[in-house]
């Protein structure tokens, strides 16, 4: 078996919140914005993909 090929996805943008509002994105685990005022648990480039395919519905 070999291993799966490398995400060839945008990595998210590095985080301007607090240290303690930062949390990991509940699809592709990279650092976000995810507690707090303003917290999701998608990092945007995941919420872009949640929105493109709910806009194509």
């Given at each position: 078996m070999t291993?799966?090929?490398p995400s060839?996805?945008?990595a998210p943008p590095l985080p301007?919140?607090?240290p303690a509002q930062i949390g990991p994105c509940?699809?592709?685990r990279q650092p976000t914005?995810?507690?707090g005022h303003g917290g999701n648990?998608?990092?945007?480039v995941c919420l872009a993909e949640v929105e493109?395919?709910?806009a194509q519905k």
């Open positions: 291993s799966p090929a060839v996805r945008p301007t919140c607090a509940a699809h592709c914005h995810r507690y648990p998608l990092c945007p493109a395919a709910r």
